[in-house]
DNA sequence: TTGTATGCGTTATCAA
DNA sequence: TTGATAACGCATACAA
């Protein structure tokens, strides 16, 4: 490849053309349907494409199109593994529909939120999915209505007005609490908030249920808000746990996610608890950290790159099937039992 | 917004304009240059955008400017926090300028890298900011051959043909083993590899370069090599470490980046070693779970939103300023001390 | 098998 | 202040 920067202009199918002797309509037949052109031509034209370091021009091909080649996925929280691990499902199957996938990153924050989808709107993406901050968003029904085809991921829809995947978080919250009763636990703390986000309702719920199917009583499932997920947060909840009155005090805690477990175990190993003798933990998401953890984590797994295979796979039916009918994919979520919740006490 | 799906197409200048019942050349002044247009007019305009849903099509803007509006950043690692932490001061200044940032992650591996850049130029993309497998490799001079602005970013461009940033990695081993010294460690493993890893390389010799300096034995500076710089590899450095005959056996750890040290940390944790009475280990990159593991991990800084927003304004010079000149920017990493490191010996 | 002509949506130039 | 027109690079329908 020469550098032949004709203008500061890369090399257009013209200059490959007039390159190669031939016609502009040639070197397109050359690029979309090589059978039909003799070898000899086509040979003709390749190496001059190879000459000019030729590249076709998405945008132009996009607009002559209509559509983009692209997905986009806005995910809540870039700090957090299990987003990049979804991310990264999304990301197979787009690569095997040959499809870019745009990654962004709300962070949490509305406003970043709309702007990235004002932003793949004007791309005109081909498909939007989105871990939203709120489900219920403007926005949101606003990309719906602009018929865009979008996905709620690791969220459920409540009014299955468009697509979803996500974990049974009832049934998470169940298995997690269950496995700490299993191992003889009877009091135990939830860790997680805010309420607004439907998953700590949910595993909460879940924990609850059981809790009260064995027969517990119910001021010994004691509920430490947090006002983020965040390892910070599971810190600070350890702190308010230690505070407590000894005969109020859990011998176990469910975290609604990874990240407060680990935030949490830092500060039960800091404060000079044994984990799990004097305090066992269980996670949630069971990202890699969890498992890397000093004391490895047990948590609750969610199938992170099927939820985004999946979610991916929805987008694009939505995107090509004129019969796509909408789908809630609901995953089992499993425990994975760690060294964190590792005896069975007395 | 009423849903006004012209034959599945977005509405375009045209249709608002037929809307307007003002021709095309003056929505695009609303557009543009609002000011030449008169109030009724642009009032009249606006409310047929509003009306039909309009928003620009991407792609014909960037058609017609030549350029797209976006930067790249095609990450090393994506299961590294570091990186995303490098993406996020790159999206900030990316924000700055009123650029979209495509994030890539090519997971150590070449055809990945290369697939990702062959997009990227296809996009036409104003910049392209990478973390290389091999920093060494054809594509990447093949991106400068075509004239697409492009950084290095937390790697040296030996052959200064181009920007880079990246820390003084030498340095950061000099600080890393220096402060081992300091707490009274008289035989410390080096961790880390494989040594086709430049910043391997370089923060080893910082390190061994350090302990000649103070005198120490040039065999009681162990190196234990791994394959990759993950959390499982200074899980098994830690076996061998484990493995050594006790009066070899050092006292201290420096891990090349933070993921081989909360790999030796859990090893360590695990066979029942204390950190730091009986092992103290320093990392590398400083990301968040550092700070965040149950021992907390001494770690060697890398202002890491500071490398990607300097690695945004040199692309970015090198993308609109003619009189550019390729930089090295290199920044100084910084000792954060934590417990892991926590005591002096004897 | 190859060439010619047209349009995708936008912006800018020029004329009215 | 507004309108008509051309051009960006590509893919395709159709003509040769």
Redesign the pocket.
């Known amino acids: 490849m020469t550098p032949h920067p004709r203008n500061g ?2 090399p ?3 200059d490959v053309a007039a390159a190669a002797g ?5 070197v ?2 050359v ?2 349907r090589p059978s ?3 070898a ?3 040979e003709r034209v390749e190496r001059a494409m190879a000459e000019l370091g ?1 590249v ?2 998405e945008s ?2 996009q ?4 559509t983009s080649r692209a997905l986009a996925y806005v995910m809540l929280d870039g700090g957090n593994p299990f987003f990049h691990d979804v991310a990264e499902g999304i990301e197979t199957a787009a690569e095997a529909a040959d499809l870019s996938l745009f990654v962004c990153n709300s962070n949490g924050r509305s406003d970043r939120e709309a702007k990235h989808i004002d932003r793949l709107v004007q791309q005109r993406v081909q498909g939007i999915l989105i871990t939203p901050v709120d489900p219920d968003a403007g926005h949101l029904t606003e990309i719906a209505q602009r018929g865009i085809p979008f996905v709620l991921v690791d969220r459920f829809s409540r009014s299955g007005g468009h697509c979803s995947v996500a974990v049974d978080d009832v049934l998470g919250g169940r298995i997690a609490v269950e496995h700490l009763i299993d191992r003889g636990h009877r009091r135990v703390a939830f860790v997680g908030g805010p309420s607004s986000i439907g998953q700590v309702r949910e595993r909460l719920q879940g924990a609850r249920a059981v809790w009260a199917e064995f027969g517990m009583p119910e001021e010994d499932l004691i509920h430490l808000p947090t006002e983020a997920m965040t390892v910070n947060e599971g810190r600070s909840a350890g702190e308010r746990l230690a505070g407590l009155p000894s005969r109020r005090r859990p011998t176990a805690a469910f975290c609604a996610n990874d990240l407060l477990a680990l935030g949490l175990l830092q500060h039960a190993v800091t404060a000079g608890l044994r984990v799990p003798d004097d305090l066992a933990i269980v996670g949630f998401d069971d990202i890699d950290f969890a498992a890397a953890a000093a004391v490895p984590l047990t948590s609750v797994r969610q199938p992170r790159q099927e939820l985004g295979r999946t979610a991916a796979r929805l987008v694009l039916d939505e995107a090509t099937n004129p019969d796509h009918v909408h789908e809630q994919a609901t995953f089992v979520p499993a425990l994975v039992a760690r060294a964190s919740t590792g005896t069975v006490r007395r």
């Open positions: 202009r890369a257009s199918v013209k031939v016609s502009l309509g040639t397109s037949n690029l979309n039909v052109v003799s000899a031509t086509r030729f076709r021009n132009a091909r607009l002559r199109a209509g």
